[in-house]
């Protein structure tokens, strides 16, 4: 009994793979067309350009004042002396926190526009899916190694679609 079972089993399997729709698309494409992209793209650098500013502010501050320093430092008092020594040790601190505070803020910023992004696609996606009764939708900018684009629909027009793009 089991054996007529399983070879049953074995004889509608192929049938069943044959119904399964797999699709796949490539997010990269999809992603930098997006109007969300570019604004988030946009944001980010005007983001960047102002820390960069601030950064370069507080460089040029620490540059006249070390400048300053040199040159007055034959001539001060020693308790003068080791006062400014030490503003500018406390002014060069600040500098190298600030731009690691810039850079995480700006990262943080850029993860957070990029994620919002990434779950627009990603329910996009699962409604097609839905829609469509796929199986799998990969998308080809991850990584996998190999997909048939012959038993696999490309959907990224119909993302694109469903995107507004």
Do not use: C, W
């Not at 501050?61 to 008092?77: D, T, Y």
């Not at 996009?124 to 684009?149: H, L, N, Q, R």
């Amino acid at each position: 009994m089991k054996k007529i079972l399983f070879a049953a089993i074995m004889l509608l399997a192929p049938l069943t793979m044959s119904a399964q729709k797999f699709g796949h698309f490539n997010s990269a494409e999809v992603v930098q067309l997006m109007p969300e992209y570019n604004a988030a793209q946009t944001e980010l650098q005007n983001l960047a350009k102002q820390y960069e500013d601030d950064f370069k502010r507080m460089q040029d501050e620490f540059q006249k004042k070390s400048e300053e320093f040199e040159k007055e430092q034959a001539n001060l008092l020693d308790n003068v002396r080791q006062r400014r020594q030490t503003e500018l040790q406390d002014l060069y601190q600040r500098l190298e926190q600030t731009y690691r505070d810039n850079q995480q803020a700006l990262q943080k910023a850029q993860t957070e526009k990029l994620q919002a992004i990434s779950e627009k696609v990603t329910e996009a996606v699962k409604k097609i899916g839905d829609e469509g009764g796929y199986v799998y939708i990969m998308d080809i900018t991850s990584g996998i190694p190999y997909i048939s684009t012959k038993l696999s629909t490309d959907i990224t027009p119909e993302l694109k679609k469903a995107l507004g793009i």
